[in-house]
Antibody
Framework: QLVETGGGLIQPGGSLRLSCAAS????????MSWVRQAPGQGLEWVSI???????HYADSVKGRFTISRDNSKNTLYLQMNSLRAEDTAVYYC?????????????WGQGTLVTVSS | EIVLTQSPATLSLSPGERATLSCRAS??????LAWYQQKPGQAPRLLIY???NRATGIPARFSGSGSGTDFTLTISSLEPEDFAVYYC?????????FGQGTKLEIK
């Protein structure tokens, strides 16, 4: 199970950290991703962290967002800086499916981030 | 960036009918394509990965086919719970990309 927290209303230029608490499996043993969905829109992959620690980012967030994990808390994070209106979305965390990085399942329920003044 | 184009945007069918959804990639993704189902207010769920493999617990009425640039998701006989939005996604190259979705609605 995956439970995201940390969303909310934030002003443009602000920062926010999302958390994704995992249960039933070890976050560090899997690749984990963040995927977002703007209101009424489709899905956009944001970032991935592999079990080995390597990371990748979408160009739209590169340099502003940082994915990380805390093994002791079995939790995934997304640090979001310099937020823009276009970052407004529901943010989902997801685990790789059957140890295959790039396929996403299961997903958390999502947390809404609204960037607005 | 690989662009995935799904068609049709909306598909109106009745329960019991066969649904055929298409996903076309702007360049070859080999067999590195997945399909997800999303119902209103819910997170997506993986249905098919590697173009044709059903994920655990997915009913046999869902099947995927294709390779290279052209892919199809087929639902052999629609159940009421199948009406949802379906997305394709590739993991062949960076960034991972999704199609814009096909909404399957009840006719």
């Amino acid at each position: 199970q995956l439970v995201e927290t940390g969303g909310g209303l934030i002003q443009p230029g602000g920062s926010l950290r999302l958390s994704c608490a995992a249960s039933g499996f070890t976050v560090s043993a899997n690749s984990m991703s963040w995927v977002r969905q703007a209101p009424g829109q489709g899905l956009e992959w944001v970032s991935i962290i592999y079990s080995g620690g390597n990371t990748h980012y979408a160009d739209s967030v590169k340099g502003r967002f940082t994915i990380s994990r805390d093994n002791s808390k079995n939790t995934l994070y997304l640090q979001m800086n310099s937020l823009r209106a276009e970052d407004t979305a529901v943010y989902y965390c997801a685990r790789d499916y059957a140890s295959q990085p790039g396929w996403f399942d299961p997903w958390g329920q999502g947390t809404l981030v609204t960037v607005s003044s | 960036e690989i662009v995935l184009t799904q068609s049709p945007a909306t598909l109106s069918l009745s329960p019991g009918e066969r649904a055929t959804l298409s996903c076309r990639a702007s360049q070859s993704v080999s067999s590195y394509l997945a399909w997800y189902q999303q119902k209103p207010g819910q997170a997506p769920r993986l249905l098919i990965y590697d173009a044709s493999n059903r994920a655990t617990g997915i009913p046999a009425r869902f099947s995927g086919s294709g390779s290279g640039t052209d892919f199809t998701l087929t639902i052999s006989s629609l159940e009421p719970e199948d009406f949802a939005v379906y997305y394709c996604q590739q993991r062949s190259s960076w960034p991972r990309t999704f199609g814009q979705g096909t909404k399957l609605e009840i006719k």
